[in-house]
């Protein structure tokens, strides 16, 4: 049934992942050009013996998804009594690394600006709408394809998984916390909030994910370099994973490996990408690591 799934797909790239997941644990690019489906099934075999599940109730198995070509954005929502609304909007950068083909560069906040942020939140609501969903948070991964919106995952009766509210609070006035409090407890308060994201951002907000390039003991950060990190004009926290000398270091190939997190946040579009650039360029000599 799988390699039948994989000969209807459009392309040469399939998606595997665990069919419950965390962190982004698992998930896998395989190739499967024409006839050859070997790589392919080397990956399904590969994820089915590392049987990663959150949930004893939900088995270990791999899923196959078709490949996106796109970027990748998030909408988080809150919904009451079948009322969405649109609470945050993300635009995710990942790249390859360590081997890895997907792992997290940064979260950057998002206005509702144009059309294509409106097709974005149109297409979430939808989702919730044929999911029958109707109370809560939800965190849902799209890609924006050439077609248009299309499905990656929903994350139903859950936020965002990152310290989002820092960002989000200061520029868009609210949080997914304050909104699902409003929908379970107070109906004016929730009346109040508006249906999607402004359509300009009262500052510009980034949660950039750190990456590890080494791996081994930790015998102490850099302090120049994490001090050159905290002074950067639009830091507003710095929060490195790997802080106690003997720790043991991973490198990062996803998620749950990720190295730390900085949140920026500034007025500037620019001095918050110069920022990042910065921290792109430091990050790997953040720390000190012996073998272990």
């Not at 792992?103 to 149109?122: I, K, N, T």
């Not at 990152?162 to 304050?178: E, H, I, K, N, Q």
């Amino acid at each position: 049934a799988a390699e039948a799934f994989i000969r209807k797909l459009p392309g040469t790239r399939v998606i595997l992942k665990p069919r419950r997941g965390t962190g982004s644990v698992g998930v896998t690019l395989a190739y499967a050009g024409g006839d050859d489906l070997s790589h392919a099934r080397r990956a399904f075999d590969a994820l089915r013996a590392l049987r990663v599940t959150p949930d004893e109730e939900v088995e270990a198995a791999p899923l196959l998804q078709e490949f996106l070509d796109g970027d990748e954005w998030v909408v988080d929502t809150v919904s009451r009594e079948g009322e969405h609304k649109a609470v945050a909007l993300w635009r995710y950068s990942k790249g390859p690394l360590n081997g890895a083909p997907f792992v997290y560069r940064y979260d950057e906040l998002m206005a509702a600006a144009g059309e294509p942020e409106a097709a974005l939140v149109h297409y979430a609501f939808r989702t919730l709408d044929a999911l029958e969903w109707r109370w809560g948070p939800c965190h849902i991964e799209l890609k924006q394809t050439a077609r248009g919106p299309a499905l990656i995952e929903v994350n139903a009766g859950r936020c965002n998984g990152v310290s989002f509210s820092r960002l989000t609070s200061p520029c868009v006035g609210y949080s997914a916390y304050d909104a699902t409090f409003a929908a379970y407890f107070n109906q004016s308060e929730w009346e109040l909030l508006p249906r999607t994201p402004p359509t300009q951002l009262r500052a510009c907000g980034r949660l950039v994910k750190l990456a590890s390039s080494v791996a081994g003991r930790l015998q102490a950060l850099r302090p120049q370099v994490a001090a050159e990190i905290a002074a950067l004009p639009s830091v507003i926290s710095f929060e490195p994973k790997y802080t106690k000398q003997g720790q043991r270091v991973k490198r990062t190939v996803d998620l749950l490996s990720a190295a730390g997190f900085v949140s920026l946040l500034h007025v500037d579009a620019d001095v918050i990408e110069r920022d990042y650039q910065t921290i792109a360029r430091l990050q790997h000599s953040l720390m000190r690591v012996v073998d272990a």
